[in-house]
């Protein structure tokens, strides 16, 4: 399908006639190196696969080394005098915030919750944050949200310090930023579960490794919008600025931070939702929380007590998320604040709030939440499932069970693709990389991908890595026809808009262990559940960034069309799907790289191939299999970025 | 002039980090979870294997330890062999089952004294392929391995290809599955459900068609309860003949459950360790426990409540006096 996105584009402008013409070279170029290197490679190495004679064994070394952590651990200077520290620090940490939040009781947090909401984003928000975190206590989640919520504080503070550490480096300086930019789109393209192992075994099971593992994955964003906002001032301010005789360091606090202080925030936004999604997949190496509610349940196949660990989980993810985005708004908006309550008033009266509450609660003696004030979702959720699974499994008439549309899928769809790539001889597939990645973009990124592919042969996991890509060309496909129907009628109606977007919000922040369960009872074990949880996961981001994409061509454009008689099919195939096509590049570029992040979780419900590796890496402590697993899932997905990124660097990520 | 600011920053910042964590060499095997003892109590940490007879020695255990003995419980869900080494590292005090890990038993145990053996649980576990007992009635002769092949078009699925599906679960659990297929000729895919939880919804959701599978399975279990199944006879299990896992052409063993702990625990862990220790039961109570839980959807600790109540006599000899 990205060649089918590389070739729409080119039809009737100037520019795309000199496009085309560029990507004939380039081609030409490419079957001119093939056509000498080919026969060589293949009178040497002919076979489908990839040759043995290339490969690399790593397990050796690789066991070595997980021994050599083990065995000195305990004594090395490195360990005992560095990491022991970083371990201890972030123990210490994440236990007093949690004191501070045990200490303020339920009422204080939930006070605290609402008017901070208030300060910062308005009533309305400040209701719905009280609500959010009443509804965690109704459900019986209290504690386990407060140690969620000190282990997200602490890493997101680290993430957003190392992360804007980062960012002030390569925004300030060009050679730093041009260094750093392929480190940081690798930090964002790697899939968690890839380097939980390497994490485990330094810090051992538990919060350290849990912390680490999290502020790996958050800190990116943070970095990149710190950079892009630095770069981003505004030259005539700038210059100003430099002709008043500032230093370098005046510079800097007074004119280009505040400057980039929306995308300041716009970054903590996004550390925070990726350290929250986190979260979850963090329990597996023992961060407690809601996360281990989610896995415990889900080890005795109990889905309502998933949804009701999960639901907290998602309730903080929206308080979050609306709350750093309406500050991020009203920064943008610029309005004189009048209001007697403006600046220190505000904030003193919110904390005299905050401290009545906990006080109240305390003498009260109502510290933690009310057993009896805690509502029982788990089986009524169960119930539900139950009769989904009975009625919708198989037999439904006309349409077929979902048991039988999995069946169908595996049989016709991933199959065929799979056995298609693994029947490929493996320099065919590269060149094939190499024209996608190319034609695309440049040959930096055509060599990226070539590369990173070459990688997955040396490293010997050849065909389980072409299993998984299967699994995520399929789930990719699902989802951009899915997501570009939806997002084309959510464009057209601001009223499926504002419905679709808490069902988006739920899907997108939603722990995937939660519906694990549900998808193997509708679908059965195998590679079509897991590809159709990739398919839940990725849809939300591919809907809003076509939704956003179409929106935001040029309305003057569709109304010149309509008035030379186009019919709305016409506007929306000629004039608003062409306009919009960096938005969509960015939707199918964001679908390959979600999608992938979940195929791999899909291991746990039979998906097989590079993500049971992971798995059973993680399960057995076995670096080799897990680790050689996760390069090869990270050096796919390094692939899949640079065959499907748009020549232009995309200045954000995500939805 | 601006680098060296930098470089004094930088000196700084590396020594207030050093100032904060106090200089000193830090103990990477006393590491307790930052949630322990949060209300000044005594705290025992307890991992928790993903199976449910796993969780149900765990919430009898907890409800005594602190019920009966005062103590604050956490409970780590953890795999088997990383629980080993948070074992090691003091992050979790007890392993309550453990199916046998040589390797770890030799590195911990034996070599670095890290980690001491607790005892029996008083069960006793059996792994193999099993059958849907609806299907073995009516082919009686599917109970042997070498009529396997036979039958290998009914255990069809669209996962495994031509071939009849075995199916496997959990990457952490104990298997041979992949090498006995090739070793005893059997026309046989392994596919691996991911984990217990996906395998056991597959099997229920098979049972309630009525559909023949064959399944990797152990027992003790309490899905028996709910899905009779019976077992295929696999060569028999000789001493040793497991030792090479390439080679391997017989049935797996039956292990006696251990227990264990970390030595520093078992050393100075007071009450909770002496009571631990005399923590033993049956395969019939654990199941009766595993069933309440997984299949009733009660939570653990109202499980273990229930079971406590019935049989006094057995909990009270494992109580310290």
Redesign the interface.
């Known amino acids: 399908m990205a060649s089918a996105t590389a070739s729409t584009p080119v039809r009737d402008t100037g520019l795309g006639a000199l496009l085309r013409h560029r990507t004939v070279h380039k081609l030409l170029l490419l079957a001119l190196a093939a056509a000498i290197t080919v026969p060589i490679v293949n009178a040497k190495w002919a076979s489908g696969a990839w040759p043995d004679a290339l490969t690399v064994d790593l397990s050796e070394p690789l066991g070595k080394a997980s021994d050599w952590i083990i065995d000195n651990r305990d004594s090395h200077p490195l360990f005992v005098y560095f990491l022991g520290h970083v371990s201890n620090a972030v123990v210490l940490s994440v236990r007093g915030v949690y004191l501070v939040l045990l200490a303020a009781g339920w009422a204080g947090v939930t006070a605290a919750a609402g008017v901070i909401a208030w300060r910062v984003a308005g009533v309305r928000l400040a209701a719905v944050a009280a609500a959010a975190f009443g509804v965690c206590g109704l459900l019986g989640m209290w504690v386990p949200t407060m140690q969620t919520l000190a282990l997200m504080t602490v890493a997101v503070l680290a993430s957003v310090l190392l992360g804007t550490a980062l960012g002030l480096a390569a925004g300030l300086n060009d050679r730093v930023f041009r260094m750093m930019r392929p480190v940081l789109d690798t930090m964002q393209v790697l899939p968690a579960f890839a380097y939980l192992l390497p994490v485990v075994l330094v810090f051992g099971i538990g919060v350290p490794a849990a912390v680490f593992a999290t502020v790996v994955y958050a800190a990116p964003p943070m970095a990149r919008l710190t950079a892009l906002g630095l770069r981003g001032a505004d030259g005539g301010v700038m210059e100003a600025v430099a002709s008043l005789g500032a230093t370098g360091r005046q510079r800097l606090l007074s004119a280009r931070l505040p400057l980039a202080r929306k995308e300041l925030l716009l970054g903590l936004n996004q550390t925070i939702m990726m350290a929250l999604s986190m979260a979850v997949i963090a329990s597996v190496i023992g961060a407690g929380g809601l996360g281990d509610r989610v896995y415990q349940a889900l080890a005795s196949v109990d889905v309502g007590q998933a949804l009701a660990a999960g639901i907290p989980i998602v309730l903080l993810a929206v308080v979050l998320d609306r709350v750093t985005g309406a500050a991020g708004e009203r920064l943008g908006a610029q309005t004189e604040d009048t209001s007697p309550l403006r600046g220190w008033r505000g904030w003193s009266l919110a904390a005299a709030v905050t401290l009545a509450c906990a006080l109240a609660a305390r003498f009260a003696d109502r510290l933690e939440w009310p057993t009896s004030w805690v509502v029982q979702i788990a089986e009524p959720v169960n119930t539900a499932k139950d009769w989904m699974v009975d009625h919708l499994y198989t037999g439904v008439p006309v349409v077929g069970g979902t048991a039988d549309w999995a069946a169908h899928f595996t049989t016709y769809v991933l199959d065929p693709v799979r056995d298609g790539l693994q029947g490929l001889p493996w320099w065919s597939l590269l060149l094939i990389v190499a024209a996608l990645a190319w034609v695309i973009g440049t040959w930096q990124t055509a060599l990226t991908a070539v590369l990173a592919m070459a990688a997955i042969g040396v490293l010997d996991v050849w065909n389980a890595s072409l299993d998984t890509l299967s699994q995520v060309l399929a789930g990719v496909a699902v989802t951009l026809v899915l997501g570009f129907a939806i997002g084309v009628a959510a464009s057209r109606s601001r009223r499926l808009e504002r419905l679709l977007r808490p069902v988006l919000d739920v899907f997108q922040t939603m722990p995937q262990f939660v519906y694990l369960i549900p998808v193997v009872a509708l679908f059965g074990v195998g590679r079509a559940p897991a590809v159709f949880a990739a398919v839940v996961y990725a849809l939300p981001a591919v809907v809003r960034i076509t939704t956003q994409g179409l929106r935001q061509v040029s309305p003057a454009a569709m109304e010149s069309a309509k008035s030379l008689g186009a019919t709305n099919w016409q506007v929306l195939r000629q004039v608003q799907l062409p306009l919009a096509r960096p938005a969509l590049l960015l939707a199918l570029n964001q679908g390959v790289v979600l999608v992938l992040a979940v195929v791999v979780i899909g291991g746990l419900v039979g998906g097989g191939a590079l993500g049971y590796d992971v798995l059973a890496g993680l399960a057995r402590g076995d670096l080799a299999t897990g680790l050689v697993g996760g390069i090869a899932i990270v050096c796919l997905g390094l692939m899949l970025d640079r065959v499907t990124q748009p020549t232009e660097r995309r200045a954000k990520k995500g939805a | 002039m ?1 680098t060296r600011t930098r470089v004094i920053a930088a000196a700084g910042a590396g020594a207030a ?2 100032a ?3 200089c000193g ?5 006393k ?5 322990a003892n ?1 209300a000044g109590a005594k705290t025992v940490t307890l991992s ?1 294997q ?3 007879g796993a ?1 149900a020695d765990v919430a009898v255990a907890e409800y005594l330890l602190k019920h009966e003995l005062g103590y604050r419980v956490d ?9 080993w ?2 074992l090691s ?1 003091g ?2 005090d007890a392993i309550m089952e453990d199916w046998g890990h040589p390797d770890q038993e030799q ?1 911990y145990i034996k070599d ?1 004294k890290t980690i001491v053996p607790g005892g029996d649980v008083g069960v006793t576990g059996h792994i193999g392929w099993y059958v849907p007992t609806y299907f073995a009635k009516k082919h009686p002769d599917v109970t042997d391995w070498k009529n396997l092949n036979k039958y290998a078009k009914d255990f069809r ?3 495994s ?1 031509g071939k009849g599906q075995l ?1 496997d679960g ?3 659990y104990v298997t041979n599955d992949k090498a006995l297929v090739e070793n005893l000729d059997l026309d046989y895919k392994v ?12 099997i229920e ?1 098979f049972a ?2 009525q559909k023949p599978f064959l399944t990797y399975w152990y027992k003790p279990q309490w899905l028996f309860k709910k899905v009779p199944m019976t077992e295929v006879k696999l060569p028999a299990y000789k001493e040793g003949c497991d030792a090479d896992p390439a080679k391997i052409k017989c049935a797996y063993p039956h292990t006696p459950l251990q227990k264990y702990f970390n030595a520093d625990f078992a050393k100075n862990g007071g009450d909770a360790a002496a009571f631990l220790k005399r923590f033993k039961w049956t395969e019939a109570d654990q199941n009766e426990v595993s069933l309440m ?2 299949d009733k ?1 009660m939570s653990p600790e109202d499980a273990a409540e229930r079971w406590l109540a019935d049989n006094e006599s057995k909990w009270k000899a494992w109580l310290p006096k």
């Open positions: 601006r980090l050093l904060l964590s106090g060499k830090a103990d990477m095997s590491q307790a979870s930052p949630y949060a928790v993903s199976w449910v969780q409970k780590v869900q953890i795999d088997e062999i990383p629980a080494d948070a590292q992050r979790v590195r670095k699925t669209p996962e290809g199916m959990s990457p952490s596919v691996f459900a991911g984990s217990e939880a996906a395998q056991i919804t597959q959701q309630k068609q839980i997984a959807k």
